[in-house]
């Protein structure tokens, strides 16, 4: 996803324009006659037709005041405490040029914490601990090497061209750090079999191989919450022509894209903006049958694949689920 627009600069919800919004992407039909659930309004039927509702976007509600204890009833995940962003560039977003980098930024730097930790574990030549290669690579290329490549695939294809053509002016870096950035994502998965085949060296060279790519990235990202925000600001963009974009940023993504990238945004966003603004943007902003994948099966797909196999890496404890899913379904939770 972009530098999606988070609607957080009132405090009142308004009546929102409607706007059509289909998310196309992936085969769903399967998907539906799998999870389907017959109490909801938004029907897996219509999601297996690909004949997805009209979005509603919403203003999101101000955050004002103490931030409240975070824990909501989606899936029954504790989320995480509010504790603000961690952005160097961004310490106290002002307007929704400042709020809509952070959105998907913010997950990747809380990822970007994750990963070292489980870094700090690795060690899968040691007998017993054999089963962290798989566990590890599985997820990194399923999860956060996807939603990476998908996020900065979105700013080169769809926003900046956006924004340029409104005017804004962007540094040429950004597009060559993308494509690094991608070169050196696609790199990482050469080393899963000579670790696998038991090559030390590959061990070491897989941990600095990710530890400079994660730096690099966190550097791009910084350089990205001081271009983006001027560059929109001194462009003729508006706040709903940004909305436009990123709805096509959202079709682009289809429902793969989004089910990788939405949790960890969610997740995120209950600890840099809290748990009020991550409600109401699932609550308001999200395409109803967005809303519906959501909260029926990728949070819980995230809370098992990726909270449970970052636990297990972290913990040294093997992984007690599949970190893939086990079928051709993508939107059910993988137990
Ligand atoms: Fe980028
Ligand atoms: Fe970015």
Same mark, same amino acid.
């Given at each position: 996803?972009?530098?999606?627009?988070?609607?957080?600069?009132?405090?009142?919800?308004?009546?929102?324009?409607?706007?059509?919004?289909?998310?196309?992407?992936?085969?769903?039909?399967?998907?539906?006659?799998?999870?389907?659930?017959?109490?909801?309004?938004?029907?897996?039927?219509?999601?297996?037709?690909?004949?997805?509702?009209?979005?509603?976007?919403?203003?999101?509600?101000?955050?004002?005041?103490?931030?409240?204890?975070?824990?909501?009833?989606?899936?029954?995940?504790?989320?995480?405490?509010?504790?603000?962003?961690?952005?160097?560039?961004?310490?106290?977003?002002?307007?929704?040029?400042?709020?809509?980098?952070?959105?998907?930024?913010?997950?990747?730097?809380?990822?970007?914490?994750?990963?070292?930790?489980?870094?700090?574990?690795? /060690?899968?030549?040691?007998?017993?601990? /054999?089963?962290?290669?798989?566990?590890?690579?599985?997820?990194?290329?399923?999860?956060?090497?996807?939603?990476?490549?998908?996020?900065? /695939?979105?700013?080169?294809?769809?926003?900046?061209?956006?924004?340029?053509?409104?005017?804004?002016?962007?540094?040429?870096?950004?597009?060559?750090?993308?494509? /690094?950035?991608?070169?050196?994502?696609?790199?990482?998965?050469?080393?899963?079999?000579?670790?696998?085949?038991?090559?030390?060296?590959?061990?070491?060279?897989?941990?600095?191989?990710?530890?400079?790519?994660?730096?690099?990235?966190?550097?791009?990202?910084?350089?990205?919450?001081?271009?983006?925000?001027?560059?929109?600001?001194?462009?003729?963009?508006?706040?709903?022509?940004?909305?436009?974009?990123?709805?096509?940023?959202?079709?682009?993504?289809?429902?793969?894209?989004?089910?990788?990238?939405?949790?960890?945004?969610?997740?995120?966003?209950?600890?840099?903006?809290?748990?009020?603004?991550?409600?109401?943007?699932?609550?308001?902003?999200?395409?109803?049958?967005?809303?519906?994948?959501?909260?029926?099966?990728?949070?819980?797909?995230?809370?098992?694949?990726?909270?449970?196999?970052?636990?297990?890496?972290?913990?040294?404890?093997?992984?007690?689920?599949?970190?893939?899913?086990?079928?051709?379904?993508?939107?059910?939770?993988?137990?």
């Amino acid at each position: 996803m972009g530098c999606t627009s988070s609607k957080m600069s009132v405090s009142v919800p308004q009546k929102p324009a409607q706007k059509t919004l289909l998310v196309g992407g992936g085969s769903p039909k399967k998907a539906a006659e799998l999870c389907m659930d017959p109490d909801d309004s938004f029907t897996s039927e219509a999601l297996a037709k690909n004949q997805l509702r009209p979005a509603r976007l919403r203003p999101m509600p101000m955050l004002t005041g103490p931030m409240p204890k975070s824990s909501i009833g989606l899936a029954g995940l504790q989320w995480p405490m509010f504790v603000g962003p961690t952005s160097h560039v961004i310490k106290a977003p002002k307007d929704w040029c400042d709020r809509g980098i952070l959105l998907p930024h913010e997950a990747f730097r809380w990822l970007h914490g994750e990963i070292r930790k489980i870094l700090t574990y690795f /060690d899968p030549l040691v007998p017993g601990q /054999d089963w962290q290669t798989s566990l590890f690579f599985s997820w990194l290329e399923r999860y956060y090497i996807l939603a990476v490549r998908h996020h900065h /695939d979105s700013e080169e294809r769809i926003y900046n061209p956006a924004i340029i053509g409104k005017g804004g002016s962007l540094p040429a870096k950004i597009t060559s750090d993308h494509k /690094d950035i991608i070169a050196r994502l696609n790199s990482c998965s050469k080393f899963r079999s000579r670790i696998e085949n038991g090559e030390e060296i590959a061990v070491v060279k897989f941990k600095n191989h990710l530890t400079q790519l994660i730096d690099m990235i966190e550097d791009h990202l910084a350089e990205e919450e001081s271009a983006y925000p001027e560059a929109l600001r001194s462009s003729g963009m508006t706040e709903a022509d940004e909305e436009l974009v990123v709805e096509k940023i959202i079709q682009d993504l289809g429902l793969d894209g989004n089910k990788v990238l939405l949790p960890p945004i969610i997740y995120a966003m209950h600890m840099w903006a809290g748990r009020e603004a991550a409600e109401a943007m699932v609550n308001t902003q999200l395409p109803p049958q967005i809303k519906f994948a959501l909260t029926h099966f990728w949070i819980r797909d995230f809370q098992v694949n990726s909270l449970g196999v970052i636990s297990s890496l972290q913990g040294m404890v093997p992984f007690q689920g599949s970190p893939q899913c086990t079928t051709p379904c993508i939107v059910c939770a993988v137990q």
